[in-house]
């Protein structure tokens, strides 16, 4: 069974730093695609970002909002994605999803999310 | 960018309506789009991608349709567990876009 589990979300002031987890399991890590989506609260998807598996270079690719604030990596040893945020904003306040994402099909497997909210 | 607008944003309907939701794109996308459902508390699932291929394990009184910049989410028969809220996404290029999201309430 596809699973993806997120983790290192919680309450953390503007300005502040966060990363996050996505733990795989059931398939290929390390030949995956993995995406970043996020989602305000009452709000819509937002893509964040990706990191393309080893055979495509491990490119990363951001959505302009987060670019030069966020990294996304992974460590396919450990069936691991990351998403280290910096600099953080009262805007990036939102439950962030992994993904594992295929070309020309979209995100077939989501995890449940990990809560990251943005405050003073 | 590319820009995805769905419409309606909201609907209403019975159980048993046949539901259209619309998706275009601000510049063709080729068939690169991906239709997704999400239940309150739930991650999106995905339903439908290249357009109209529907995902294994999805009913298939959904359907979809369109290229370029027009993309269609139908609905043939609406049942109680398909009150929720979908999404399209362009997988053309880079940024990704989400549309806004069109939620299906009961009527």
């Known amino acids: 069974e596809v699973q993806l589990v997120e983790s290192g979300g919680g309450l953390v002031q503007p300005g502040g730093s966060l990363k996050l987890s996505c733990v795989a399991s059931?398939?290929?890590?390390?030949?995956?695609?993995i995406h970043w989506v996020r989602q305000a609260s009452g709000k819509g998807l937002e893509w964040v970002g990706h990191?393309?598996?080893?055979?495509?270079?491990?490119?990363?690719v951001y959505a302009a909002s987060v670019k030069g604030r966020f990294t996304i990596s992974r460590d396919d040893s450990r069936n691991t994605a990351f998403v280290q945020m910096n600099s953080l904003k009262t805007e990036d306040t939102a439950l962030y999803y992994c993904?594992?994402?295929?070309?020309?099909?979209?995100?077939?497997?989501w995890g449940q999310g990990t809560l990251v909210t943005v405050s003073s | 960018d590319i820009q995805l607008t769905q419409s309606p944003s909201f609907l209403s309907a019975s159980v048993g309506d046949r539901v259209t939701i619309t998706c275009r794109a601000s510049?063709?996308?080729?068939?690169?789009l991906a239709w997704y459902q999400q239940k309150p508390g739930k991650a999106p699932k995905l339903l439908i991608y290249?357009?109209?291929t529907l995902q294994s394990g999805v009913p298939s009184r959904f359907s979809g349709s369109g290229s370029g910049t027009e993309f269609t989410l139908t609905i043939s028969s609406l049942q109680p567990e398909d009150f929720a809220t979908y999404y399209c996404?362009?997988?053309?290029?880079?940024?990704?876009?989400f549309g806004g999201g069109t939620k299906v309430e009961i009527k």
């Open positions: 510049q063709g996308v080729s068939s690169y």
């Open positions: 993904t594992r994402h295929k070309s020309s099909v979209g995100s077939d497997s």
């Open positions: 990191i393309r598996s080893k055979a495509n270079s491990y490119a990363t």
């Open positions: 290249a357009a109209s």
């Open positions: 059931g398939f290929t890590f390390s030949g995956s695609d």
């Open positions: 996404q362009q997988l053309n290029s880079s940024p990704l876009t």
